[in-house]
Nanobody
Framework: QAQLVESGGGLVQAGGSLTLSCAVS????????MGWYRQVPGKQRELVAT???????TYADSVKGRFRISRSNTKRTVYLEMSALKPEDTAVYYC????????WGQGTQVTVSS
């Protein structure tokens, strides 16, 4: 059964950095396009960064230039390096594939204080 396990969140001051990790199991990881999503209570989940199986990346305008998505097929892990964090980046962050979403993991909370 597919499983997504996010980690690396925490409390950080505005301007700081964090790196999130998402360990993926139960699927052929290398062949899947993956994404990082975030959700604030009361709002829809937002796709913030994507990476294809060939490591082509895209970013939401709100994070472009500040976030970097990457992957390690050997470790079956997707990463999200976040820098120049802003209070509006506060959310629970999730990873998932872009097509045929898997059951969501527990996510990892990122809180940015002003």
């Amino acid at each position: 059964q597919a499983q997504l396990v996010e980690s690396g969140g925490g409390l950080v001051q505005a301007g700081g950095s964090l790196t999130l990790s998402c360990a993926v199991s139960g699927i052929i990881f290398s062949g899947n396009d993956m994404g990082w999503y975030r959700q604030v209570p009361g709002k829809q989940r937002e796709l913030v960064a994507t990476i294809t199986s060939r490591s082509v990346t895209t970013y939401a305008d709100s994070v472009k230039g500040r976030f970097r998505i990457s992957r390690s097929n050997t470790k079956r892990t997707v990463y999200l390096e976040m820098s120049a964090l802003k209070p509006e980046d506060t959310a629970v962050y999730y990873c998932n594939r872009l097509v045929s979403l898997l059951n969501w993991g527990q996510g990892t909370q990122v809180t940015v204080s002003s």
